[in-house]
């Protein structure tokens, strides 16, 4: 009789290794911390795979913990997964961390710049994963106190921000049906670009533009969304981050639609297509 193949695989060292410190994971919590971000995660993974969602709320729920597995670009997609199961398990974690992150904002009113910056940074990228996760309020109110700091200094560099602040809010108050709000922050966003000008600077405008489209498109005032898409594709240049272009030709392509405009809207979704992949 021949010898019946052997199916069992053992886990790699690495694996082995993240199994061993999850297993031991009361008296290795302050050594997981200091982890490089990427190892941190996996550790956070197996708690998540493990169904001990619990100790991974602990965890998540503090500010520089998330911030830091934030980090971890190439996990993103596994992050969401840990973040909603822990949300359906009742762990309020979108309203704390946006909680923990208003409120440090609040601490920091006094510090310098460059601490502040430091803070715009992180927000921007927690509000992201936020607004990416559809938890619009908790995004929303991220934006708003990355705002507020860009109030405190009436400098250039804090304007830019400002500018930034402004569309990444507009977009999660269209992501939450709250237009009336988003009209204010387009407004807002106006005044800074003004700013700028009168001092020979000059912020991209697509993706505010793209955001406005969005808007009126959600209001039903498709002539106004296709004029602003128009707007927005003349603003896209060489130097635009690729999401940017990608979400203002998805833009222009529903504005097309709706305009009888199918042959534009074709190539339009298509290249968007082409640019994501």
Not at 154 to 159: F, K, P, Q, T, Y
């Amino acid at each position: 009789m021949a010898a019946v193949e052997l199916e069992w695989i053992p886990e790699t060292l690495y694996n082995t290794a993240i199994s061993a410190v999850v297993d031991n994971y009361i008296r290795s919590r302050r050594d997981i911390r200091s982890l490089p971000e990427n190892i941190q995660f996996d550790v956070y993974y197996k708690l998540y795979q493990q169904g001990r969602l619990c100790q991974l709320g602990s965890e998540f729920c503090e500010l520089e913990v998330f911030a830091k597995v934030l980090r971890a670009l190439d996990k993103r997609h596994l992050l969401h997964h840990c973040f909603q199961a822990l949300m359906d398990h009742g762990v309020k974690v979108a309203s704390v961390l946006a909680y923990s992150f208003s409120r440090r904002c609040s601490y920091i009113a006094e510090s310098d710049a460059a601490v502040k910056e430091k803070a715009i940074q992180v927000g921007f990228v927690l509000g992201g994963f936020l607004s990416d996760a559809g938890w619009y309020s908790d995004a929303e109110k991220v934006f708003l106190s990355c705002l507020q700091l860009c109030t405190l200094h009436d400098e250039m560099l804090h304007w830019f921000r400002a500018v930034e602040c402004c569309v990444r809010l507009l977009h999660v108050r269209n992501g939450n049906c709250k237009y009336h709000l988003g009209e204010e922050t387009f407004k807002l966003a106006q005044t800074y670009m003004d700013k700028l000008a009168k001092h020979g600077q000059q912020a991209n405008k697509a993706a505010l533009y793209g955001e406005l489209c969005a808007l009126l498109f959600a209001k039903s005032h498709y002539d106004e969304a296709y004029k602003w898409c128009i707007e927005a594709m003349k603003e896209i240049t060489a130097g635009l981050p690729v999401k940017v272009v990608v979400d203002v030709l998805r833009q222009a392509s529903k504005a097309c639609v709706v305009k009888r405009e199918f042959k534009k809207a074709e190539q339009l979704i298509k290249h968007a297509v082409y640019l994501a992949r």
